[in-house]
């Protein structure tokens, strides 16, 4: 039985963006909410802009649950357009990120915590495997996938793939 394994297909350098949310023991309705109605809000115009080619830099991402909370994970082309878009006014970011520290700020009133997590990876310094699966996950849902072969056969030979193919 032949496996059908792939990798991604980004070539570039790539912002990987974790976002959380943690409801504490002693619930505010109104802030849990605000965050969850806001984040919505975000993820739609985020979408809509990769839709109509990806202005905003906005590769794609996931929605799921961890331990602690609702998760995100976010993939950005450059951490450049990730902080355009989050401090732009422009867009849902920083208007609700605003209305939400002024109603947590004194941090008695604060009932839901959020966190986030940037990591910049510099082309060639990823490496991604996909086996048999029914359908893309995780980077290659947002870039596309391709045979694995077409970075190596082996982890070593895909994270430094294109490293070694822009230095020949």
Excluded: C
Excluded at 64 to 84: I, N, T
């Amino acid at each position: 039985m032949k496996h059908d394994i792939q990798t991604d297909t980004h070539d570039g350098d790539v912002v990987v963006f974790l976002l959380g949310m943690q409801p504490k023991r002693a619930w505010r309705l109104d802030q849990t909410l605000f965050v969850a109605r806001s984040m919505r809000r975000m993820q739609a115009e985020i979408e809509r802009d990769r839709a109509a080619g990806g202005a905003l830099g906005y590769l794609g991402g996931f929605n799921a649950l961890a331990p602690s909370g609702p998760l995100v994970v976010q993939y950005w082309r450059s951490f450049d357009d990730l902080e355009k878009y989050s401090h732009s006014t422009d867009f849902e970011h920083r208007p609700a990120w605003l209305k939400f520290y002024s109603m947590t700020h004194d941090a008695g009133r604060a009932r839901v915590g959020i966190w986030h997590e940037t990591y910049r990876v510099p082309a060639g310094a990823h490496e991604t495997i996909y086996g048999d699966l029914s359908a893309p996950v995780g980077l290659a849902a947002a870039v596309g996938a391709q045979p694995v072969e077409r970075r190596g056969r082996t982890s070593r030979e895909r994270i430094g793939a294109v490293a070694a193919q822009t230095s020949s």
